[in-house]
């Protein structure tokens, strides 16, 4: 069954670092996703990305954060300069047709710790 | 806007014995309604949703669902549970009249389900 893969599975890095976080969605979907799981938190919805722009992004979704899609099978999400604050499991998302009822395929999740 | 409530954050229970996740929503808007699974070191797999139609929804796993408007409730239940059902289960609402690319889902904080022997 065709998955969604996210890499590193676990990233520990110093305040102030950039960090890129990678997705590789299913390849016939078309929307792509972002969310995040603070610890002990709700997933919460960051951004959406389609035909190589952003659709809708949260208010957390800042001027530090930012996503692309590099080479067309990658998704990638870049925080600039981390902050402790955005410790938390980082989840992908992709989903195929453009219907409200879409089932959203997420990934095992990237969780990124900030020291 | 939407919010989920899902009011137990552990429910530890045992082996063959029933369970029942609780999950509420608020919305001014009608809501589709989903129930996903994390089980340790995978993603979020969808177990259920309720999109239209008979308000009991039969998922994956023998896992259902009843949609509730009046008591605005989406609870999770199972007769009987199995060793390989611990895991963490999340509620969340979509909005109907989002769609494509503004398609988003709002997620509880989940319940950790443990399933002893």
């Known amino acids: 069954e065709p998955e969604v893969t996210q890499t590193p599975s676990h990233q520990v890095t110093q305040m102030g670092q950039e960090v890129i976080l990678r997705c590789v969605p299913i390849?016939?979907?078309?929307?792509f996703y972002w969310y995040r799981q603070i610890l002990g938190q709700k997933v919460e919805f960051l951004v959406s990305?389609?035909?190589?722009?952003?659709?809708?992004k949260s208010e957390i979704f800042d001027d530090q954060f930012s996503v692309e899609r590099p080479d067309g099978s990658n998704f990638t999400l870049k925080i600039r300069s981390t902050k402790l604050e955005d410790s938390a499991m980082y989840f992908c998302a992709s989903a195929k047709v453009r219907v409200p009822s879409n089932v959203l395929t997420f990934g095992a999740g990237s969780r990124l710790t900030v020291l | 806007a939407q919010s989920v409530t899902q009011l137990d954050s552990q429910v530890p229970v045992f082996e063959e014995a029933p369970v029942e996740l609780r999950c509420n929503y608020s919305?001014?808007?009608?809501?589709?309604l989903f129930w996903y699974v994390q089980y340790p070191n995978q993603g979020l797999q969808l177990l259920l949703k309720?999109?239209?139609?008979?308000?009991l929804v039969k998922g994956i796993n023998g896992f259902e669902a009843e949609f509730n408007k009046s008591q605005t409730s989406f609870h999770l239940r199972k007769p009987s549970v199995h060793i390989s059902d611990t895991a963490e289960y999340f509620c969340a609402v979509s909005d109907v009249l989002s769609g494509g690319s503004n398609y988003k889902l709002t997620f509880g904080k989940g319940t950790l389900l443990t399933v002893n022997p």
């Open positions: 919305s001014s808007v009608s809501v589709y």
């Open positions: 309720y999109l239209s139609g008979s308000t």
């Open positions: 990305f389609y035909n190589n722009e952003i659709s809708e």
């Open positions: 390849s016939n979907h078309l929307y």
